[in-house]
């Protein structure tokens, strides 16, 4: 095994139980990675919600909560309020985050509490065998919607911008050091920081939605949909249509953040009375 993989991985845990081709081994990777850099470990919390993606936590050997599908950023809010010198991360599906608990993460990066948010857009339910996702793209066909899906999807990191979250980044599964340098940044900052992950489901959206379960191929059109903040400068808004940004889409490190705000001002006064 990796000399990571040996540090860092829960063995009892394994085998991994995703599909071969997963995306979120990459992810996986490339958190162990990023928590290695920032020396985090012992101070270390993360949390998951149910989902393929909300196992990922479970393989890293330090302490987890995997919790009720849609409620990660609750339970990692009281965990954070309960415990403020504790990094907490963590890992959400599209249909956790966005879905059936889009209202927390709207009001998690309001309040710009210090968590990291890791959204693992694979564009569909993967767990539960491919029902539509509040990211799959407007006309495209799964289990749910077998005759073209009628909505217009998210954008997870406007919404997480216009919400009050002050860092936010994009990236893929085929660009794993940039992933795992945003997720080492995103745990750095301090405040309610946001990394969505494009990423192939070879099982569910691969072979429903784009008719192949190769992840290669997955991977390839993936990379194909997305287009730097930097080069995205020199393009019109039609060249862009359809494109994903990815790299470095935001950050304020003014904003209060809200465990820091309550301890040092509310606590302090309600002590004082
Ligand atoms: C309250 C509740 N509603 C529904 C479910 C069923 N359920 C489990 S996982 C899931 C969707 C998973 O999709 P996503 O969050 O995108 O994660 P992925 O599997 O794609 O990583 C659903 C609907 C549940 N477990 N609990
Ligand atoms: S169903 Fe999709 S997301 Fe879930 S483990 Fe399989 S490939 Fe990964
Ligand atoms: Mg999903």
């Known amino acids: 095994m990796h000399l990571l993989g040996e540090k860092y991985l829960r063995k009892k845990a394994l085998p991994l139980l995703w599909c071969p081709g997963c995306g979120n081994g990459t992810i996986l990777n490339a958190t ?16 998951g919600g149910i989902g393929c993606s909300g196992w990922i936590p479970v393989y890293i050997d330090a302490d987890v909560l995997h919790v009720l599908h849609g409620r990660a950023i609750p339970f990692a809010t009281g965990l954070k309020m309960s ?48 029902q539509v996702a509040p990211t799959t793209p407007t006309a495209y066909k799964t289990k ?7 909505e217009m999807p998210f954008d997870a990191c406007e919404l997480a911008w216009a919400s009050g979250a002050t860092y936010i980044a ?24 946001f990394v969505e992950v494009l990423t192939q489901c070879p099982t569910q959206a691969g072979r429903v939605i784009h008719g192949t379960a190769d992840p290669a191929k997955l991977l390839d059109m993936i990379k194909a949909s997305t287009i730097s903040v930097s080069a995205a400068t020199e393009k019109s808004a039609e060249e862009l249509a359809g494109k994903f940004l990815i790299g470095t889409l935001h950050h ?22």
């Not at 994009?170 to 920081?193: M, N, V, Y």
């Open 170 to 193: 994009r990236w893929t599964t085929a660009h794993p050091r940039q992933l795992s340098k945003a997720i080492t940044e995103a745990i750095d900052h301090r405040g309610f920081s």
């Open 83 to 130: 415990d403020p010198d504790r990094k907490v991360i963590v890992f959400s599906g599209d249909g956790d985050c966005l879905g059936i608990g889009g209202n927390h993460f709207i009001h998690g990066a309001r309040r710009n509490i210090d968590l990291t948010v890791i959204m693992v857009h694979n564009q569909i339910y993967g767990m539960t065998g491919g």
């Open 32 to 47: 162990v990675r990023a928590i290695d850099n920032s020396g985090i470990r012992e101070r270390l919390a993360l949390v």
């Open 144 to 150: 749910t919607s077998p005759y073209g899906n009628p």
């Open 252 to 273: 304020d490190t003014q904003r209060p953040e809200f465990a820091g705000y309550y301890y040092e001002k509310i606590h302090r006064a309600a002590a004082a009375n």
